[in-house]
């Protein structure tokens, strides 16, 4: 039972145009959510976050958005870059757990 | 300031036979974190130690074992390794303040194979 699913195994954006991850969620708990970003080889590394109480959270070109009632977030990647390309998770917390619920990850690939 | 390290960066093993993996982490953090990734699948938790001094399981502990052997050092052991322990492992920590809302810091990973 996925609590946390990222639907697309893969995207494909041309260089320059916006990129949207989504994820959606099924654990009404769940009050804070993270993207991370994976390249080959490397472990993930945090890319952004967003509490329950927002529903968008910016930094430069990466906005996260969350719809609790519809149990979805997305991130939005404005211009995509080729150094954008990567694996992205989406994790999400439930209120004073040490734990993340980690979705399976969208491979986003950034043509020139 | 190395991070998160992990040794060793690749392994093969034969079923049966054990091993530890090694992590260790220079930024003083409380917690740390295992975890395993398969093949279309998200990060699966094995065990975390919240603290120096404890150990508690996650989704998926069964054939595993940890020791936090102090705040830098969480290793995990398999005892007799099985075909379906083949993965990358990835060891994480995260300061673990009085917000739960800090973030976790990875390693490169371990790629252990068992055949």
């Known amino acids: 039972d996925q609590q946390v699913k990222q639907n697309s195994p893969s995207l494909s954006v041309q260089e320059g145009r916006i990129s949207i991850l989504n994820c959606d969620y099924t654990?009404?708990?769940?009050?804070?959510f993270l993207w991370y970003k994976k390249y080959p080889a490397e472990g993930p590394t945090f890319l952004i976050s967003i509490s329950s109480i927002k529903d968008k959270n910016e930094d430069g070109r990466f906005t996260v958005f969350l719809n609790k009632s519809a149990k979805h977030l997305s991130l939005h990647i404005v211009p995509s870059q080729p150094g954008d390309s990567a694996v992205y998770f989406c994790?999400?917390?439930?209120?004073?757990?040490?734990?993340?619920?980690w979705g399976a990850g969208t491979k986003l690939i950034i043509k020139p | 300031n190395a991070g998160v390290t992990q040794t060793p960066k690749f392994q093969v093993l034969k079923t049966g036979q054990s091993m530890t993996l090694q992590c260790a982490q220079d930024?003083?953090?409380?917690?740390m974190y295992w975890y395993r990734q398969d093949p279309g699948m998200g990060l699966r938790l094995i065990y975390y130690s919240a603290s120096e001094g404890t150990t508690d399981k996650g989704e998926v502990p069964n054939g595993y074992n940890v020791s936090r052997l102090n705040k830098r050092e969480f290793s995990l052991r398999l005892e007799s390794a099985a075909p379906s322990q083949t993965s990358v492992y990835f060891c994480?920590?995260?300061?673990?303040?009085?917000?739960?809302?800090?973030?976790?810091?990875f390693g490169p990973g371990t790629r252990l194979t068992v055949l």
């Open positions: 994480a920590s995260r300061v673990m303040s009085a917000s739960y809302t800090d973030t976790q810091y």
């Open positions: 654990n009404s708990m769940f009050d804070y």
């Open positions: 930024m003083n953090h409380n917690s």
């Open positions: 994790a999400a917390s439930p209120d004073s757990n040490y734990q993340l619920i």
